[in-house]
Every structure is written in C-alpha cells, then in structure tokens.
C-alpha cells in the first residue's frame, strides 16, 4: 500500500495515496466565514470547486499559519474531490498491508488506522469521515444563506 505522509504543524499524518488526486503548492484560495463549519475555503481544481479544509483546525491541534511553501492535497473519496491544506508532504511510502494496525482515539473518527515509520506511530486519516463533515457543513452553510 502507497501512502502520502504530510506534516501539520508538529504532527505527522498519512493518507493512502489511491485517495490522492494532486499535491500543489499553496494556490490562490477563497476563504469562508469561520462558521462555515469545518469548511476553511474554497479552491478552483481544473475547473471544478472544491471545499478546502486547514488539517490543524479540521483535527483541532490548534490554528496554523501557511505560506507559499504550504501544500494542498487533493483527495478524492466516491467521486468527491476536497483539499487538505498541510504544511508540507514529508514522503511517499509504500508498506506491506499487514503492517497497518489499528488505530482508535478516544472520541475521533478521523483515524481508524494508522502504520509504525521507527519509533513514530503515523495516523491514517479517513477520507470517509472527511467527506461526511464536509457534506454536513456545506449543508449548514445552504441552510443558512
């Protein structure tokens, strides 16, 4: 299995790549109210616009400050495409898939699994929980317009 291992702020993430799309450089993006829910902005994708999400707030570790050398990664789950906005891809790797190892924090969604990279357990995000709470907060924004 080929996972994408990205760093926000002080903590290290993956995704697996067959949900990866792109990987850019920081993009010309349209930022939304804070009480867009989990939705952070929005970014014009080869033509299509597609909701943004900061990986800092999204996982509440806390608000982060990006620049020109910050990343979006494009991720793709039934079709849905939304952008992880990072500081930085560390590296792709690819691990045998009896390697992966369950994952559960308390309360949280997000991670359902996670790979061991030395001594650092890194967790895999759930791109269905993404796109959940992506659909659910760009419903409350229509519901508030």
């Not at 849905?80 to 390697?99: N, R, S, W, Y």
């Amino acid at each position: 299995m080929l996972f994408v291992l990205f760093k926000s702020l002080d903590s290290i993430f993956s995704i697996e790549a067959n949900h990866t799309l792109e990987i850019s450089r920081m993009v010309n993006i349209t930022s939304l109210p804070s009480e867009s829910g989990k939705i952070n902005a929005l970014v014009n994708y080869r033509g299509r616009t597609i909701p943004v999400l900061d990986v800092c707030k999204y996982l509440e570790n806390g608000q982060a400050q990006y620049n020109n050398e910050s990343v979006i990664i494009i991720i793709e789950y039934k079709n849905q495409a939304v952008g992880l906005l990072a500081h930085d891809v560390i590296d792709m790797i690819t691990v045998e898939a009896t390697k992966v190892q369950e994952y559960k924090v308390l309360n949280s969604d997000y991670f359902n699994s996670a790979i061991q990279i030395g001594s650092t357990i890194v967790p895999i995000l759930n791109p269905k929980k993404i796109l959940l709470d992506v659909v659910d907060s760009m419903e409350l924004m229509k519901a508030s317009t």
